[in-house]
């Protein structure tokens, strides 16, 4: 029997909806809902796609705290269409409601919103919303800058073929009071629980013995709309000895976290660091195995590298420990935010194919830049053995062209009926979004380039992966090999190169030039004294350059080295 107070929470919520269903119904009748600054008025009546309507009572939704909102969800199941003026099927409730995002969030005027399903009193309302699992915490992404609105939940799907947790997704379409906003992708906010990072959960009373060593979250991000608690590396990054990486507290929250766990984490993660700045970090007894999930740091990595995220290791990342007494080693995952990937960033070599993202280095003047453990992984001879072991089985099962491909069919598929109504609502096919690459002028010209650039993509890293190797350039140990080498990939290639050079020389001058087949120097490519032994990547673009064969040499004061190159057109 519902109790007096759940009856006055249940019978408020339904006044609220009924206000709203004649709000909807009025807006329905006059063919429209109502116009929005920068968009078209738009009209919905049913739709194949699950349909959120939220009434905030006229309350504004700002950048936290979240407001109070009234929200009823029609999803009458598969097959059978959802129309405003049905009843609603899927939630019928208060909920909370916020902004959130950063760059998009000022930039972009189609908003995303993290929404709590919520009880009267504000406590947690959990319900397995449009048939995910149970929970309380959602995100409503809504693709703007992404054109084929569909990147994100590419991604996801890359990252589940692996077996790995990726947050479950329902497309809907939303409307927000009286205002048609657009296709979104509700998603599960990356947390702790059961169905999502299952690892034990923390009390403030766990401060000593196996309580104390998990679970916890942590997170490498920027800081701008969230609680912020956290340490600075003792490490500097690779490319700028200036920058520390922040690592945060993602659970517990830095406000409940105590000091004894605060101390623990920091502790755990600093060893980890320490194990990678040391000259034993691949030993298999006392390395960096250890410490960490090998495999499924391997099927993070590789998610990483097919999608060329530019936020790649770098920003929204995160990781995790449970308890020693479940397991003991940090894990990285799960990944989170694709919606500028698969080519859809202008910059650090967003828009390109080829090329290591784990090896790109980030130019001194970002602020945001990657732990430098990250390229020591590709150091160890056995974990790149292991990396492309499971990129070749992957490649062979769920990850093959065809199967990616089709995925990404069904999901447009999906969106036909849909997407005209988003795009009339945000007329942007035509407009140069950032960080856009390219800008095709349609739905199905968007889809048709992210279809192309990914099966690129994927068969680059067939070739290349074997490839793959570290740069030790300002990592705490220098390299202290005994042999000249320089090593060029991708070979061929039809737009740029990195170079691979190790020198042991610890005095001189060292030059890495560019010759043609007259042996005309076509580039100097580095040219600069060491005072120690040298390990570098150095990454050239050969887009002005005409096809044929060159060669690579570098040279110090007691050796030289040459590596054939040919570009193609």
Same mark, same amino acid.
């Given at each position: 029997?519902?109790?007096?107070?759940?009856?006055?929470?249940?019978?408020?919520?339904?006044?609220?909806?009924?206000?709203?269903?004649?709000?909807?119904?009025?807006?329905?009748?006059?063919?429209?809902?109502?116009?929005?600054?920068?968009?078209?008025?738009?009209?919905?009546?049913?739709?194949?796609?699950?349909?959120?309507?939220? =009434?905030?009572?006229?309350?504004?939704?700002? @950048?936290?705290?979240?407001?109070?909102?009234?929200?009823?969800?029609?999803?009458?199941?598969?097959?059978?269409?959802?129309?405003?003026?049905?009843?609603?099927?899927?939630? $019928?409730?208060?909920?909370?409601?916020?902004?959130?995002?950063?760059?998009?969030?000022?930039?972009?005027?189609?908003?995303?919103?993290?929404?709590?399903?919520?009880?009267?009193?504000?406590?947690?309302?959990? *319900?397995?919303?449009?048939?995910?699992?149970?929970?309380?915490?959602?995100?409503?992404?809504?693709?703007? +800058? @992404?054109?084929?609105?569909?990147?994100?939940?590419?991604?996801?799907? *890359?990252?589940?073929?692996?077996?790995?947790?990726?947050?479950?997704?329902?497309?809907?379409?939303?409307?927000?009071?009286?205002?048609?906003?657009?296709?979104?992708?509700?998603?599960?906010?990356?947390?702790? $629980?059961?169905?999502?990072? =299952?690892?034990?959960?923390?009390?403030?009373?766990?401060?000593?013995?196996?309580?104390?060593?998990?679970?916890?979250?942590?997170?490498?991000?920027?800081?701008?709309?969230?609680?912020?608690?956290?340490?600075?590396?003792?490490?500097?990054?690779?490319?700028?000895?200036?920058?520390?990486?922040?690592?945060?507290?993602?659970?517990?929250?830095?406000?409940?976290?105590?000091?004894?766990?605060?101390?623990?984490?920091?502790?755990?993660?600093?060893?980890?660091?320490?194990?990678?700045?040391?000259?034993?970090?691949?030993?298999?007894?006392?390395?960096?195995? +250890?410490?960490?999930?090998?495999?499924?740091?391997? #099927?993070?990595?590789?998610?990483?590298?097919?999608?060329?995220?530019?936020?790649?290791?770098?920003?929204?990342?995160?990781?995790?420990?449970?308890?020693?007494?479940?397991?003991?080693?940090?894990?990285?995952?799960?990944?989170?935010?694709?919606?500028?990937?698969?080519?859809?960033?202008?910059?650090?070599?967003?828009?390109?194919?080829?090329?290591?993202?784990?090896?790109?280095?980030?130019?001194?003047? #970002?602020?945001?830049?990657?732990?430098?453990?990250?390229?020591?992984?590709?150091?160890?001879?056995?974990?790149?053995?292991?990396?492309?072991?499971?990129?070749?089985?992957?490649?062979?099962?769920?990850?093959?062209?065809?199967?990616?491909?089709?995925?990404?069919?069904?999901?447009?598929?999906?969106?036909?009926?849909?997407?005209?109504?988003?795009?009339?609502?945000?007329?942007?096919?035509?407009?140069?979004?950032?960080?856009?690459?390219?800008?095709?002028?349609?739905?199905?010209?968007?889809?048709?380039?992210?279809?192309?650039?990914?099966?690129?993509?994927?068969?680059?890293?067939?070739?290349?992966?074997?490839?793959?190797?570290?740069? +030790?350039?300002? +990592?705490?140990?220098?390299?202290?090999?005994? =042999?000249?080498?320089?090593?060029?990939?991708?070979?061929?290639?039809?737009?740029?190169?990195?170079?691979?050079?190790?020198?042991?020389?610890?005095?001189?001058?060292?030059?890495?030039?560019?010759?043609?087949?007259?042996?005309?120097?076509?580039?100097?490519?580095?040219?600069?004294?060491?005072?120690?032994?040298?390990?570098?990547?150095?990454?050239?673009?050969?887009?002005?350059?005409?096809?044929?064969?060159?060669?690579?040499?570098?040279?110090?004061?007691?050796?030289?080295?040459?590596?054939?190159?040919?570009?193609?057109?």
């Amino acid at each position: 029997m519902v109790d007096q107070e759940e009856d006055l929470e249940i019978t408020s919520a339904r006044q609220r909806v009924c206000r709203l269903s004649t709000l909807v119904v009025s807006a329905l009748f006059a063919a429209s809902f109502a116009p929005r600054v920068g968009g078209a008025q738009v009209s919905l009546e049913s739709s194949n796609l699950p349909i959120m309507i939220i =009434d905030t009572d006229g309350v504004a939704i700002r @950048d936290e705290p979240k407001i109070m909102a009234t929200m009823y969800a029609i999803d009458n199941g598969p097959g059978t269409r959802n129309s405003v003026t049905d009843p609603p099927s899927a939630y $019928d409730g208060l909920v909370g409601i916020e902004f959130r995002g950063s760059s998009s969030l000022a930039l972009f005027p189609k908003k995303s919103y993290a929404l709590e399903t919520r009880n009267a009193d504000e406590s947690n309302r959990n *319900v397995a919303l449009l048939g995910l699992p149970t929970e309380n915490d959602w995100v409503l992404h809504g693709p703007y +800058s @992404d054109k084929s609105l569909i990147r994100n939940v590419v991604a996801f799907h *890359v990252a589940r073929s692996t077996g790995r947790y990726a947050s479950s997704w329902r497309f809907i379409e939303l409307v927000i009071n009286g205002n048609y906003e657009g296709i979104y992708v509700m998603l599960e906010r990356v947390k702790r $629980d059961n169905d999502r990072i =299952d690892i034990t959960p923390m009390e403030p009373t766990d401060a000593s013995g196996d309580a104390l060593t998990g679970g916890y979250i942590l997170k490498i991000d920027k800081t701008d709309g969230a609680e912020v608690g956290g340490w600075y590396s003792s490490y500097a990054s690779l490319t700028d000895d200036t920058r520390f990486p922040l690592y945060q507290y993602h659970y517990p929250r830095p406000s409940e976290i105590n000091s004894e766990q605060e101390a623990y984490i920091q502790e755990v993660v600093s060893r980890f660091e320490d194990v990678m700045a040391s000259d034993d970090f691949g030993n298999p007894d006392v390395g960096y195995t +250890s410490l960490l999930d090998v495999d499924a740091l391997i #099927d993070y990595m590789l998610v990483t590298e097919v999608t060329n995220n530019v936020d790649g290791y770098r920003l929204s990342t995160f990781f995790y420990k449970d308890r020693d007494s479940v397991d003991g080693r940090l894990v990285m995952g799960p990944p989170w935010d694709y919606n500028i990937a698969f080519g859809n960033a202008n910059y650090f070599d967003g828009g390109s194919t080829s090329g290591f993202r784990l090896l790109f280095e980030v130019p001194p003047t #970002d602020p945001f830049h990657a732990p430098f453990w990250w390229v020591r992984f590709v150091d160890d001879p056995g974990f790149v053995s292991s990396l492309n072991a499971r990129w070749r089985e992957l490649r062979v099962g769920p990850l093959a062209t065809d199967s990616v491909m089709s995925f990404v069919d069904s999901m447009a598929d999906l969106l036909t009926e849909s997407y005209p109504r988003n795009f009339e609502r945000w007329p942007v096919l035509d407009e140069w979004i950032w960080p856009n690459v390219v800008v095709e002028g349609s739905f199905s010209g968007e889809v048709a380039y992210l279809k192309s650039w990914l099966s690129n993509r994927l068969a680059w890293l067939d070739d290349n992966l074997p490839l793959i190797a570290g740069s +030790s350039v300002g +990592s705490p140990e220098p390299y202290d090999g005994s =042999d000249f080498l320089i090593r060029v990939y991708p070979n061929p290639t039809p737009h740029q190169f990195t170079a691979t050079i190790s020198i042991p020389d610890r005095g001189g001058r060292v030059r890495v030039q560019m010759f043609d087949v007259a042996g005309r120097e076509i580039a100097i490519l580095l040219d600069r004294f060491a005072t120690e032994s040298v390990r570098q990547n150095i990454q050239s673009d050969t887009r002005d350059l005409p096809a044929g064969t060159y060669f690579v040499r570098v040279a110090g004061a007691s050796g030289s080295a040459v590596a054939p190159l040919t570009i193609v057109r």
